[in-house]
């Protein structure tokens, strides 16, 4: 039986599709089969984030009317073996109930070693019906105060969930100003979410760069080197958190410093 891990905010735009694919890929590329699930039906942009929007004919709509089956679906990413994703189009329309959500997630549960689904923003039915359906969660914010708040609510929320994992992933680190003492660190984030900190990812061009062509982050940046950390935390139980100030400190990174 899979893993299943809800990737969820609170505030949008703060990064949960981009991790989530990118996450994805990870973890497809250590060998795991990976299923991702875009639960934001309507503002789904998840086979956009993964390049892939032009092979989707299917989504988990149509799974759930039964106009086809969970397996014609399921798109599989043709540079990546292991990864596969469940869209939802906003013109397949109608709402999916709570009930049926789960039966998909369970049932790719039996085939995948890791869902992961990429939750709505905001606190509505989308979010209930993605955390109802998972077993852990990672709760993603940037280092700004009206994230970490938004963070916090839904932290609130999912404790009523009992979830057998909870952990944080601070994006969009700018490790200068982390350094310059400007914005809060990844510790400060944890201290005030009072949660274990899964990752930490740097605010990287590559990421924009990318997303423009339509590409996942390029394998030798920042970025994706930040993400792998976080795969091996959820497959291994490692702890290394990705630093995203080294790249500012010694005599180089004060001139890189300067420069920004
Ligand atoms: N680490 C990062 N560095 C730079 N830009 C990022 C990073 N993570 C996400 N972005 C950009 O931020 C924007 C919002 O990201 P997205 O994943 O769509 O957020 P969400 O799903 O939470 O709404 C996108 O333009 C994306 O390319
Ligand atoms: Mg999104």
């Known amino acids: 039986m899979g893993r299943c891990i809800v990737v969820t905010s609170g505030k949008g735009g703060v990064g949960k599709s981009t991790i989530t694919a990118t996450l994805g890929v990870a973890i497809a590329e250590a060998g795991a089969r990976v299923a991702l699930v875009d639960a934001d039906v309507g503002l789904n942009n998840l086979d956009l984030v993964l390049g892939i929007e032009s092979m989707v004919c299917y989504d988990v709509t149509d799974v759930e009317k039964g106009r086809c089956r969970l397996s014609e679906a399921l798109i599989n990413h043709p540079f990546c073996e292991n990864l596969f994703l469940l869209s939802s189009r906003a013109l397949s329309g109608g709402n999916i109930s709570m009930k049926s959500f789960a039966e998909v997630i369970s049932a790719l549960r039996q085939t995948f070693d890791y869902v992961l689904i990429d939750c709505p923003a905001g606190i509505d039915d989308g979010f209930h019906r993605a955390v109802s359906a998972s077993d852990e969660a990672l709760i993603v914010t940037t280092p ?3 994230a970490v708040r938004d963070a916090d609510r839904v932290s609130d929320l999912i404790g009523s969930y009992r ?18 003492g400007e914005v809060m660190s990844v510790g400060d984030v944890a201290g005030v979410l009072r949660l274990p900190v899964v990752g930490s990812v740097p605010e ?7 997303a423009t062509v339509g590409k996942i982050s390029d394998s030798k940046s920042r970025h994706y080197a930040a993400v792998c950390m976080i795969a091996s935390h959820i497959m291994l139980g490692t702890n290394e958190i990705y630093d995203c100030t080294a790249k500012y400190r010694g005599i180089v990174g004060f001139f890189r410093k300067l420069a920004r």
């Open 144 to 146: 700004s105060p009206a």
């Open 163 to 180: 979830l057998r994992r909870v952990g944080v992933i601070v994006n969009m680190v700018r490790g200068d100003l982390v350094l310059k």
């Open 204 to 210: 990287d061009d590559e990421v924009l760069l990318s």
